[in-house]
């Protein structure tokens, strides 16, 4: 029996979850994590004791935002629909590898721009920002950026989009 099938027999510890069905959906909740401020306060002990030291809390003050957001990277795409069409894009401007940043950018509302936000990794950027709206304000991108991202361990030369905001 595989770990997947012996793993649907047990029952699991979870008892809710979270409706977190779209890549948007995660991406939304780690830039909420990752933007909000990190205070640090003294301990109501002497700061003179070393038994006390400072606290940190990972809530933001009341009356901060989360940082905008300027660009949104996906990088080492794997995803065939998003590979064949980054390809094709690529050959069309005669080029027949992804050059290292920063790359070949391409406004949003040219033919190549749309043919990649019409990708599962550009509509998912896409859904993001209209599922998001009220938080993230009116973000529309301005463009998008075809690269490669060095990474020593890559046997090929993966595709990586960055889509800039505005």
């Known amino acids: 029996m595989t770990a997947v099938h012996s793993g649907q027999l047990l029952e699991s510890p979870v008892l809710t979850f979270l409706p977190l069905y779209h890549w948007s959906d995660i991406t939304y909740l780690q830039w909420l994590i990752a933007s909000s401020t990190t205070t640090v306060t003294q301990s109501p002990a002497s700061t003179t004791d070393a038994t006390h030291p400072l606290e940190t809390s990972s809530a933001p003050p009341a009356a901060t935002s989360p940082a905008p957001i300027k660009y949104i990277f996906r990088v080492g795409i794997q995803n065939v629909p998003t590979y064949s069409i980054l390809n094709k894009i690529m050959i069309k401007h005669n080029r027949d590898t992804y050059e290292i940043w920063p790359g070949v950018a391409f406004p ?5 721009g749309k043919a990649i936000l019409g990708t599962p990794n550009g509509a998912g950027v ?16 301005k463009k998008v950026t075809v690269f490669y991202a060095e990474n020593e361990s890559d046997l090929c030369r993966w595709p990586s989009l960055c889509f800039w905001l505005q």
Do not use: F, T, V, Y
């Open 108 to 112: 949003i509302d040219s033919e190549e």
């Open 126 to 141: 896409a859904w993001l920002l209209a599922q998001h709206k009220k938080e993230l304000g009116n973000l529309a991108i």
